[in-house]
């Protein structure tokens, strides 16, 4: 987990209830972003949204402060499903030091976009 989130923070919530939530506000959306901490620490419950968020043909981003290489070199079943999944991958931890010149959705410039991110 990033050193920006404490893990004792926060609290704990079902899958089922992000999913309601994002569904009570799905005629305002047509995709949903997933980050803050690390969601593929999560991979089960990340898996487990990304399949239910599918089925309503929502467009699926993630950041993950992991590169593509090293989640794919996991061979987690819940993590491969996520990115065969999942229309853009936003990898790589942020560095403070590249945020010049990083554009509008990536936090520093060594962050890489991966879209169909299973295919990549």
Do not use: W
């Not at 989130?5 to 209830?17: I, K, P």
């Not at 993630?62 to 936003?90: F, M, N, Q, W």
């Amino acid at each position: 987990m990033p050193e920006t989130h404490d893990r004792h923070n926060g609290m704990l919530v079902s899958v089922a209830s992000v999913n309601r939530e994002i569904q009570s506000k799905r005629a305002e959306h047509d995709g949903v972003t997933i980050l803050g901490g690390e969601p593929f620490d999560q991979a089960g419950p990340v898996a487990e949204l990304v399949s239910r968020l599918k089925r309503f043909d929502l467009n699926l981003a993630i950041y993950s402060g992991k590169t593509l290489e090293d989640l794919i070199a996991r061979h987690d079943p819940c993590v491969d499903y996520i990115l065969a999944h999942i229309d853009l991958l936003i990898d790589g931890p942020f560095e403070k030091s590249l945020t010049s010149g990083a554009g509008e959705y990536r936090g520093s410039s060594n962050q890489r976009f991966h879209g169909q991110a299973g295919s990549s």
